[in-house]
């Protein structure tokens, strides 16, 4: 019989990469990666689909980055499918499906759509798709509050008379150039019929210049991927994340190997109306592991059993792998078959992200280094006069029971049929971490790192880092040598906290 004790697991803080001999500088290093078969990273980070890390506002922040967020599914669909939505239509060369009022909306209602899409106007279309207007807040400025109620959209939009308007299919420069010319911030599109196609406003055109390396789709909107599970009302949940945009469907369990998880991959794959989606599969933490999701047919493998910060499958199961070695061992199979690896969890410095590329993932997703931002949901937290934010594992008792605000992703840990949140078995925790400021903020420290490693390393790409990074093992003695030791810390660093 084949011998029970496996080889020896190591993880982040195991290891260390070999400087090498080199002629590249920080600055001018490329860390484009591949996410997915289909999809392509400037900057090779996720943000974990958890519900302290990652709603629209986050998946927005992270794809101006050049990365990618995760939305999480602990919402209904409807809500999970709004934020996609919200997503896509945040920024983008052209809005082609613009949000829209009609004329006989009271103002009131249409304030109400402004608030639910951050928008601050709408195009005014009439049931026949014909373009009645426009109504923007400066149309709103002189209408009293106690009238909002009464007062109709057409009566105060103005209306298609005096609007500019483009062609559909107008170029990016004649827009700007319409834009400029009449001062005005939104362009309505319209076709020969008068029908509104497409909507092109003046932040857009700011954002796209800001944001160079934002992570887009085809038509220029911001790119997001969604959880779901793998069971129960999966199959209209994903359906609808569809509909509404998804870049990429994460398949997000905490186990990739079940049955029921292999055979949802298989389903959303070969079913024609997810043609345009990426999925991705996980998590696993084996070479076996992510072959089975390559067979299954994901477009990316996600690995990590037990590294999360938050995470306690490794106490309570008893199972998992350190990551660098399940990293390393997926890759394995990711590599021959060409299919792109993300290492998820465990990440706790910038320096890991090299680390995790080298042990053979092409990208990263994180948690704990982006739940203190002010873009994850939920507020700030006031402790000894520090500001925190809540984190929790998606397996913790707070995120899988009613107690939680909403509670659909019990079935990560295959504890869905669960009745009563007394039976739960909990595989996560519930904590807080550092408020850490704006995700750029943030992601500058992360990819700044990323730039330092791949110039000792001797890289300027990342398939340059894969190849040329090579790891020495180290001992505690080592790991003590490697963090800040034998003086006291007077200041903080940016990329830098004692734990
Ligand atoms: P970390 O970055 O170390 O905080 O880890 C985040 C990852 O931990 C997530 O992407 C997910 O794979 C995993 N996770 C989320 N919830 C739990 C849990 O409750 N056990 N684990």
């Known amino acids: 019989s084949p011998d029970i004790y496996a080889p020896t697991g190591l993880t982040y803080d195991d290891v260390l990469l070999l400087p090498r001999l080199t002629d590249v500088i920080p600055s001018e290093v490329d860390t484009t990666s591949r996410l997915t078969r289909g999809i392509t990273l400037s900057t090779p980070l996720l943000s974990a689909a958890m519900d302290t890390v990652t709603e629209s506002e986050m998946a927005i922040a992270m794809a101006r980055q050049g990365g990618m967020g995760i939305l999480h599914r602990n919402l209904s669909i409807e809500e999970q499918a709004d934020q996609v939505r919200r997503v896509k239509r945040s ?35 009439g049931p026949d798709g014909a373009l009645h207007g426009i ?43 319409l834009l400029a010319e009449h001062r ?60 509404a945009g998804v870049d990429a469907l994460v398949v997000d369990t905490a186990n990739g190997g079940a049955r029921l998880a292999l055979e949802m991959i298989s389903r959303i794959k070969s079913d ?37 910060s938050i995470c306690t499958t490794r106490v309570v199961a008893g199972v998992g792998v350190p990551q660098v070695t399940a990293v390393y061992e997926a890759a394995r199979a990711c590599g021959p078959a060409g299919v792109p690896l993300i290492a998820d969890g465990g990440l706790q410095y910038s320096g890991d992200i090299a680390k995790a590329l080298v042990a053979g993932a092409d990208t990263v997703m994180l948690g704990s280094l982006l739940a203190g931002c002010t873009e994850s949901p939920g507020d700030l937290v006031f402790v000894n006069g520090k500001q925190w934010k809540r984190y929790r594992g998606m397996g913790s008792l707070g995120a899988m029971s009613s107690r939680g605000r909403r509670s659909y992703s019990k ?11 007394s039976k739960i078995v909990p595989e996560g925790i519930e ?36 190849e040329r990074g090579q790891f020495v093992r180290i001992t505690s003695a080592g790991l003590k040598e490697s963090h800040p030791h034998d003086v006291m810390m007077t200041a903080e660093a940016p990329n830098y906290q004692s734990r």
Not at 91 to 100: K, L, N, R, T
Not at 279 to 293: D, F, M, P, S, Y
Not at 411 to 421: H, L, N, T
């Open 431 to 466: 904590g807080q971490v550092p408020y850490s400021g704006s995700l750029a903020d943030v992601v500058y420290q992360l990819v700044g790192g990323l730039h330092q490693s791949m110039f000792y390393v001797g890289a300027r790409t990342v398939p340059e880092l894969k």
């Open 411 to 421: 079935d990560r840990y295959f504890q869905a049929d669960v009745s009563s949140d």
């Open 184 to 243: 005005i911030e939104k362009l309505p599109l319209i076709d020969d019929a008068g029908r509104l196609t497409g909507l092109i406003t003046v932040k857009d055109f700011v954002k796209t210049e800001q944001y160079p390396n934002a992570t887009k789709d085809a038509e220029g909107r911001l790119v997001v991927g969604a959880a779901v599970g793998y069971w129960g009302d999966t199959w209209e949940r994903a359906t609808a994340l569809a509909e």
């Open 91 to 125: 920024e983008s060369g052209m809005v082609s499906d613009p949000v829209i009022v009609g004329p006989d909306a009271t103002i009131s209602q249409l304030d109400e759509l402004c608030g639910q899409y951050k928008v601050s106007g709408l195009p005014v279309v």
């Open 135 to 177: 109504i923007t807040n400066r149309d709103l400025r002189f209408v009293p509050a106690e009238k909002w109620s009464t007062i109709r959209v057409r009566d105060c939009m103005t209306p298609r008379e005096r609007l500019i308007t483009g062609r559909t299919g107008i170029s990016r420069e004649d827009a700007k150039a």
């Open 272 to 308: 024609p109306a997810f043609s345009r989606v990426e999925v991705i599969g996980g998590n696993v933490a084996t070479r076996e592991g992510a072959q089975a999701l390559i067979d299954a047919g994901v477009d990316a493998v996600k690995v990590g059993v037990g590294p999360g």
